[in-house]
């Protein structure tokens, strides 16, 4: 009896991995197609999209998606044997630096000058390409994105009185949490504290308030600043914010009022607005504004082509091909990355895009705009970095340690990491010969 | 309730109540202990079927209402959700098999035959599992590449197999170790060849372990992300497909995912609950 059952089992197993050998042979792949390796769009749901934007190219595409560890190591081990199966990467800029450091990437120096006269591609995001040399393209931008702040619009009236939404300030965000919270009971301000919060502290909070995301690290303002998130902001913050990775959600089910996150991470709530899923009413705006000015963060994201990729020809067509504004606007407005190109016809948006297209645009050309780039040439210790500034929140604010010493010994990890790295300052911090330092 | 009887004695029927009790509280131990497996079980199994809208709200219904299944479907329908769980399945039956036959040997040899360095094979074993995989990356990569096995099932299963021989190994010889070897001998004393002693005698008395431990190179293949991802491209397993993908999806997804990873194991697991028992009977004897 207990030997019948194993045997029915081991026949039904065989029948279906027969099944599945015989239809994965059915599938050969077709030798001409581009390996596309990104580590975007590795969501199951953003993937679909882009393999329908994508299946409009002429050509058959294998689109792969990964993360950044994996890809590293499959690019550096195609590399060193020789011979490799991708042919197009698209990852973040700063996944870049550990695949210039093993010189695993064609110079598309021609490649972009012909399509940066075809479509204009943003010059600041065409040198970040260079990553730091002057005649070697190792990446040709493909798109970005940044964080913004998102309001469900029953959050509005409790907005301070002679607020600018588009020109909010950190004091100001804070009483309009004190407003919700003493109206409502309850704290409407969310913050994605599961989530990409490391970028809320790197590109936000401390550019804002010391003009700097590493130099002024320790600095007098940055004392301030955390005296600022401790006493003020933290105490109107929702306390489920400790657990929440997408303010989509929150927001959606109602929990939270007014939110930051990155935009496509906002994108599905306006997206269920528009659709009619949700009875909610949401608005989009920049982020606050500090003493030293607003800081945000523009993320961008990049497309190279190994050396051993083995359909060069192709990826370049490829590439080229998702930098048409045709496509760039479809990314825009299926998975909210904004273009690299001019010739965008924004009119197109649906009415969800819009209103993040218009916040993020608010943002980047506020007079007080103060671009915070994301860390560059920490290679593969740029984990390192993002594990310092949510030390830095969760030492200080839920753990109530003393913010000098914690701004000091968490600084003394960042010098360490900057001098060991040899990684130069990059941007909202003035450049620096050799390795960055902090004050 | 045969306490409750009038015509029982006093002491008898207190007695009786005592061992009710007794008898109550197992039970409800045992309810208990299936709930705090069973609840997160249902949890995603009626999110899963459940509109997004519903997945979002609080308190949650315990029955799905209205059923939907938009999100299963999308889910299902996402290029390469159903081809990477064959794949799946494909790498999982071959680990499966090839650690069974190589480690039904090798348990039996450590088990039975004393032999020089016996116990540096055992502590070699044993070792394999120190070294983690992930520094190991770039050089495996490296050598399926070169080796012309990369991106393909077979050799996935080939690693998987590396992975789960050292505790296959170990497991197995403990359950050979619980067969006595008077029955082996008793055997040839009534004829049998060595070799026919195994098969007859010993084989069937250990079926049990060696499936157990068949399980067991099941499930870790079917959990493993790592290697599945380094050695494949194009031929993803179902976690490698998906694992982190669900990490970053939203919660409608998340349910559905989780819910298609865990129903094969369920219906794997009921086939061979039997097995698993004799697993903790045999191993631990």
Redesign the interface.
């Known amino acids: 009896m207990l030997h019948k059952k194993l045997r029915l089992l081991l026949v039904l197993a065989l029948m279906v991995t027969g099944v599945f050998a015989v239809q994965a042979q059915d599938d050969e792949d077709d030798p001409d197609a581009v390996t596309f390796q990104s580590t975007q769009f590795n969501i199951v749901e953003e993937s679909e999209i882009a393999r329908e934007i994508l299946s409009a190219f002429e050509g058959a595409i294998n689109f792969v998606t990964t993360e950044e560890g994996p890809l590293i190591d499959i690019l550096i081990a195609e590399g060193q044997s020789g011979s490799g199966s991708t042919d197009l990467v698209g990852a973040l800029h700063g996944t870049f630096p550990s695949l210039v450091r093993n010189d695993l990437l064609f110079d598309l120096t021609e490649l972009t000058a012909e399509l940066d006269e075809m479509y204009n591609i943003a010059d600041a995001f065409i040198e970040l390409g260079l990553m730091g040399t002057t005649d070697y393209q190792y990446y040709v931008p493909w798109m970005q994105a940044t964080y913004v702040m998102a309001a469900n619009v029953e959050a509005l009236e409790y907005l301070p009185e002679g607020a600018d939404l588009n020109a909010l300030t950190w004091d100001e965000l804070a009483e309009w949490g004190v407003n919700m919270a003493e109206a409502d009971g309850e704290n409407r301000l969310g913050l994605p504290v599961a989530g990409l919060f490391n970028r809320f502290m790197q590109g936000y909070l401390f550019p804002s308030f010391t003009g700097g995301m590493v130099t002024e690290f320790r600095s007098e303002a940055a004392v301030e600043m955390m005296e600022f998130m401790r006493d003020v902001l933290w105490p109107v913050v929702n306390q489920e914010s400790i657990n929440y990775a997408f303010m989509n959600e929150p927001l959606l089910s109602g929990e939270v009022w007014v939110a930051f996150d990155h935009v496509a991470r906002l994108g599905p709530a306006f997206a269920a607005m528009v659709d009619g899923d949700t009875d909610k009413e949401f608005v989009a705006f920049p982020a606050p504004a500090g003493p030293a000015g607003r800081g945000f963060m523009p993320v961008v994201v990049g497309l190279g082509i190994p050396f051993t990729a083995p359909n060069p020809d192709g990826a370049e067509e490829l590439l080229a091909y998702m930098l048409s504004p045709e496509v760039q606007l479809q990314v825009l407005s299926e998975l909210n990355f904004f273009p690299v190109v001019d010739g965008v016809d924004f009119d197109a948006l649906p009415e969800n895009v819009a209103l993040i297209a218009a916040a993020v645009s608010a943002q980047s050309a506020a007079e007080d705009a103060l671009p915070a780039l994301l860390p560059v040439g920490l290679g593969d210790r740029g984990g390192e970095i993002n594990q310092i500034f949510n030390n830095v929140f969760s030492r200080i604010v839920q753990g109530g340690e003393d913010i000098q010493a914690v701004l000091d010994s968490e600084g003394e990890n960042l010098s360490n990491l900057l001098s060991e790295t040899g990684a130069a300052c990059w941007p909202p911090d003035a450049p620096s010969e050799g390795a960055c330092e902090v004050n | 309730m045969l306490f409750l009887r009038k015509s029982l004695p006093p002491d008898q029927r207190w007695a009786l109540f005592r061992n009710w009790v007794r008898r109550m509280g197992v039970y409800a131990l045992a309810i208990l202990i299936s709930l705090w497996i069973l609840l997160p079980i249902w949890l995603i199994a009626t999110m899963a079927f459940s509109t997004?809208?519903n997945v979002?709200?609080?308190p949650k219904p315990f029955f799905p209402d209205p059923i939907s299944t938009d999100t299963m479907q999308?889910?299902l329908n996402?290029?390469g959700?159903l081809?990477s769980t064959?794949?799946s399945?494909?790498v999982a039956?071959a680990t499966l098999a090839l650690s069974t036959i190589i480690a039904t040997p090798a348990g039996y040899a450590i088990s039975r035959f004393v032999f020089r360095g016996r116990d540096a094979v055992r502590l070699g074993i044993l070792s394999v599992r120190a070294f983690p995989i992930v520094i190991l990356?770039?050089p495996?990569?490296?050598t399926f590449?070169?080796l012309g096995i990369?991106?393909s099932?077979w050799s996935l299963a080939l690693l998987h197999t590396a992975l789960v021989l050292p505790t296959s190994v170990l497991v197995i010889a403990s359950v050979f170790a619980s067969v006595p070897y008077e029955l082996e001998e008793a055997a040839q004393v009534f004829g049998c060849t060595p070799t026919m002693a195994f098969f007859r005698v010993v084989m069937p008395l250990t079926?049990?372990g060696i499936?157990a431990a068949g399980i067991f190179a099941f499930v870790t293949s079917w959990n493993e992300v790592?290697a599945a991802?380094?050695l494949t491209?194009?031929?993803?397993t179902l976690p490698a497909q998906?694992l982190?993908?669900?990490d970053?999806?939203?919660?409608p997804?998340k349910f559905a995912?989780g819910f298609f990873m865990l129903v094969p194991s369920i219906i794997f697991i009921f086939?061979?609950r039997?097995?698993l028992f004799s697993m903790w009977g045999q191993v631990t004897k």
């Open positions: 997004r809208s979002r709200s609080f999308f889910f996402a290029e959700i081809s064959g794949n399945l494909i039956f990356a770039v495996l990569a490296v590449i070169n990369y991106d099932l079926l049990p499936a790592f991802v380094l491209l194009t031929n993803r998906i982190f993908s669900l970053k999806a939203s919660d997804f995912g086939f061979i039997r097995y």
